[in-house]
């Protein structure tokens, strides 16, 4: 049995995102320990950098850098779990090695 907790990194551009996927995230202290979310591409990849979250769940559209963007521009890739609103990026999600790929609005 793992009993790893996986610092994570909430990136989404919509406010009420990433507060409904912290929120979901909080009913699992044993596996996730939300240490800090980011708004944007640009944000996502300063904190990735700074912070080297264990797993991210990572939005495609985003301004600034899209969500594929930001994972080409990192050295070290996290565990990545794709979510967002757009189901045709699910093939090139599961091509950049993801974890999952879910679709939102979040859920249990």
Known sequence: MNNRVYS?????????ARERLSQLLKNFPETFNVISTAENGS???????????????????MPGLTGFEVLEK????????????YDQYALKAFETNCLDYLLKPSSP
């Open 8 to 16: 994570t990194l909430i990136i989404d551009d919509e406010p009420p």
């Open 74 to 85: 990192l050295d070290k890739l996290p565990v990545v779990i794709f979510c967002t609103a």
């Open 43 to 61: 944000q996502a990849r300063e904190q990735i950098q700074r912070l080297q979250p264990d797993l991210i769940f990572l939005d495609i559209q």
